[in-house]
């Protein structure tokens, strides 16, 4: 499979300011495959530790910080040379070794011309206990389930990720590629990002061991719930999990904590859905009432929805069958849109780097899905996967009339085909992947055409 995370390595290897790296995502997401395939392709050698699997690493670390000691006894312990600007040093699994987070803040002032990544889970904690999430001696990266497009290009379908990528108007797409991309687009909805799970079909065209490698990959995250956390915090955890897509099914996707428990209040379960939230596997999108630049001033921080890392866990969760995929549009539909708009939510919060707001307006009620800050001004963005999604969209309207020169342009995410007009942008569900990339085309002609500063309505 090829991941774009490997050109986000490449940078960092290359980088002047190059620090030790701490690579994170959730369990079974790839982190050791792309880690030791980045070593494969870009060093001379690369030597590999686990702390989960080789407890006798950890003592290297135990009191002691002479960089030149541990180096040796990392070589002692290899049998493998480790030379500076040419050896990757990998560290898995650092969670089982709370001692190397000391360690690293030293190494990344005291060896830069060593080149060490990391990668673990659950790491969240640790590392604010640590103070290495703002000690700027640790450089960060994510490494996401794969997206649509990684997902084309693992499928054998390189020439249509090619297309989407060569797209650089804002015409219509033709109606047979079209076609084509839908097809795949509801693939992806059945099997999601996850490598294994990704790897049984296009490998082996396999539905069922996609089905099997997808419970497996819930039911270790669930056993994960019982092993990590106190006996009486697993089953407010469980709960919360599998009350996800009941929450996202509602026409009010907010998450209640009623809708976990018949009498469950947020005193109750705030600390358990804050360690789901630290495993990655989980994210809040906060309601923001007033949007505000930066958003995080303006968000509503006891009202937001829950989405999962990945659409195809998701769709597992919901029991929905793969046979849906000859069902119409109803894997896109079905339980409200949820999996279409848990699509969109993995596919901007990893583009983004951190995830978007959405806007609700009660009596009367309006509520746009996404909020995003464009230069000081706002986008925002619907996902409607209704068959007459190609009408226009109230809740845009309605965020345009009250924010007026403050939005830069309206977005809608649906089963039309890409079209812009005015300031209102239509993007097909299968160019998510090119949100970006599209709005600075459609804002690029609004400047062109002096629409920027004028406010226009939805057609």
Not at 93 to 103: A, K, Y
Not at 105 to 116: C, D, P, R, S
Not at 335 to 364: D, H
Not at 380 to 398: A, D, F, H, R, Y
């Amino acid at each position: 499979m090829e991941r774009w995370l490997l050109l986000d390595l490449l940078q960092w290897k290359k980088s002047v300011n190059r620090k030790p790296l701490i690579l994170h995502g959730i369990r079974r997401v790839g982190k050791t495959w792309a880690l030791r395939e980045f070593g494969r392709r870009y060093y001379k050698n690369v030597v590999y530790f686990n702390f989960k699997e080789h407890e006798e690493y950890k003592q290297f670390f135990v009191k002691s910080r002479d960089l030149d000691r541990i180096l040796q006894n990392l070589m002692m312990a290899s049998t493998q040379l480790i030379k500076p600007e040419e050896t990757l040093i990998i560290f898995d699994e650092i969670q089982e070794c709370p001692q190397i987070f000391d360690f690293l803040e030293y190494f990344g002032q005291h060896a830069l011309n060593y080149h060490l990544a990391c990668a673990g889970t659950l790491l969240q904690k640790t590392l604010a206990l640590k103070g290495l999430l703002s000690s700027g001696q640790v450089d960060f990266l994510e490494i996401r389930p794969l997206s649509f497009s990684e997902f084309l290009i693992a499928n054998g379908d390189s020439k249509l990720n090619n297309f989407l990528n060569s797209q650089n108007s804002l015409e219509a797409i033709p109606e047979d590629l079209s076609a084509l991309l839908w097809e795949k687009l509801k693939m992806y909805l059945v099997t999601g990002g996850m490598p294994e799970a990704v790897g049984a079909w296009t490998e082996d065209r396999n539905v069922e061991l996609v089905q099997e490698v997808l419970a497996d990959l819930l039911g270790r995250y669930e056993r994960d719930f019982a092993k990590l956390v106190k006996a009486s915090d697993y089953p407010k955890i469980l709960r919360i999990w599998q009350s996800i897509p009941a929450q996202l099914a509602k026409s009010n996707k907010k998450f209640t904590y009623q809708g976990v428990a018949a009498n469950a209040r947020a005193r109750e379960y705030a600390q358990a859905l804050q360690w789901l939230c630290d495993t990655e596997l989980t994210s809040k999108v906060y309601r923001s009432n007033e949007p505000g630049i930066p958003r995080s001033e303006q968000a509503n921080l006891s009202a937001f929805k829950l989405y999962l890392a990945d659409v195809g866990l998701l769709r597992r969760l919901t029991r929905l069958s793969p046979a849906a995929f000859a069902e119409g549009n109803r894997l896109f539909t079905e339980f409200k849109g949820a999996l279409s708009e848990n699509f969109i939510f993995q596919t901007l919060r990893y583009g983004l780097g951190v995830a978007p707001c959405y806007w609700l307006m009660e009596n009367p009620h309006y509520e746009v899905d996404f909020i995003l800050v464009r230069e000081d001004k706002f986008i925002p963005l619907e996902i409607n996967c209704t068959v007459n999604s190609n009408v226009g969209s109230k809740n845009l309207q309605k965020f345009q009339e009250e924010y007026g020169e403050q939005v830069a342009l309206l977005v809608r995410f649906s089963m039309g085909n890409l079209t812009f007009e005015h300031n209102f942008l239509n993007i097909p569900l299968f160019m998510a992947d090119y949100t970006d990339k599209l709005i600075e085309l459609a804002l690029r002609r609004m400047r062109e055409n002096g629409l920027c500063s004028r406010s226009t309505t939805v057609t």
